[in-house]
């Protein structure tokens, strides 16, 4: 495949043998991705077929949107297939964390309390909980909701023992299954299933809440069919396949899917009204192809860690380890090499391939960030993307690859600017 791709881009010989050896490596995972992708595949076509979606579900809507019946069967098709009770697909989700957001206000109260047992949640949800100080603007500590978390041990697994005591009385214990800007492993099904066992053991009413962004089609089930009373995710990521443009999910038990929707809609409407416009064939669609997109993104990121580990850098996860997200983090050391790599990246793109990233305070973040995104929709991260905050320990997370020959010529085209800029010494002259 190398030949192939030096005919159309311009990647140092040295670095396309190495390229070979690290695809070499990659195909006993290379397998096994292909096998979870050919399940998945079988469940959500026989959950298209057992839901009888037809041209009709296809068809948008307008004003309030009543009587959509894409709206509806969509939301049957995505819970049958995550092995959920109901779900809530929505285009006018405008993110995860926005989805995330809805389901948190949707099942809080003033006096609840929410405790954290993976640690600190993503950036963007510090916002919304009220861990940044800013007072007044609407969080959820402003509503009298309180919080706690547990940290995570030093090799970022679950503190396990501490988990009962710290989720007593609260109302919500909150997962975040993939691994924000940290080293640690995304958390495998089992690993969710025993949190939400031992909350349950001090807490039997506690609701465990689980963001599953990345995570979606990883394995042959989800969350919510392990413990999880809720999962909650974005349509471009995982679930869109490339197509959804916009949109988000949250999925899990129907009482509480229901009182999200209150949130999202209002209380007494719920998911009865919200027109679908022009978006209900891509939603479709996209969640049909997004077994084998989800497997495109992994099959990249397992080439990433192979190559990059050849090239003599840390990796997370290595190449041949389980994967339960599509995130793969690479210990690059210094500004220079996260600029260098996402830049590359960036060149790999098929849409603007010609923008040069810089890193830059972007809303939502702590520190300045710099990210590679030339893609379709603008932020699908099921696309070859990369992004890096400015900061200790100098690691970049890439996900996506909605094609296996794209994904890698990113990852190639990473590679080749790093050397192009004398960064690595081990295939300089």
Partial sequence: MMKEIQSFFEIDDRLCALAEQAEERCKPVFTAIDQRAAYN????????????????????????????????????????????????????????????????????????????????????????????????????????????????????????????????????????????????????????????????????????MVDNCYG???????????????????????????????????AGRKDLVELCSYRLTCVGMGKEVGCTLDMNRELFLGFFHAPDVTASALKTAAFAASLFELLGFACYPRYDEPRNDIVEAICLGDEAHLTAFCQGIQAGSPVDSFVVPEAWDMPGYTSKVIMAAGAFTLGASIELSADAPIREPFAVWMQGGITETSGKIGVLLAAQKMLENQLLPTLQC
């Fill in 216 to 250: 979606e089609f990883t394995d042959t089930s989800e969350p919510v069919q392990h413990g999880a009373d809720l999962m909650i995710g974005s349509m471009i990521k995982n679930v869109g396949g490339g197509i959804a443009r916009t949109g988000g999910y949250i």
């Fill in 41 to 208: 595949g079988a469940k959500v076509l026989k959950a298209f077929q057992n839901n009888r979606v037809s041209e009709p579900c296809f068809y948008g809507s307008t004003g309030y949107g009543y009587g959509d019946q894409g709206r509806e069967v969509l939301d049957k098709v995505v819970a049958e297939a995550f092995g959920a009770e109901d779900a809530l697909v929505r285009h006018n989700f405008v993110s995860g964390t926005h989805a995330l957001t809805v389901a948190l206000f949707g099942v809080l109260r003033t006096g609840d309390k929410m405790v954290s047992i993976t640690g600190r949640p993503y950036d963007t949800l510090e916002g919304v909980i009220g861990l940044t100080g800013n007072k007044g603007d609407g969080s959820l500590m402003d509503y009298g909701v309180t919080y706690d978390e547990v940290p995570l041990l030093e090799d970022g697994t679950p503190n396990y023992d501490a988990i009962p005591e710290a989720v007593r009385g609260a109302k919500i214990a909150y997962i975040q299954r993939s691994r924000g800007y940290a080293l640690r492993p995304a958390f495998t099904l089992a690993q969710i299933e025993k949190m939400a066992q031992l909350a349950r053991s001090s807490n039997p009413d506690i609701i465990v």
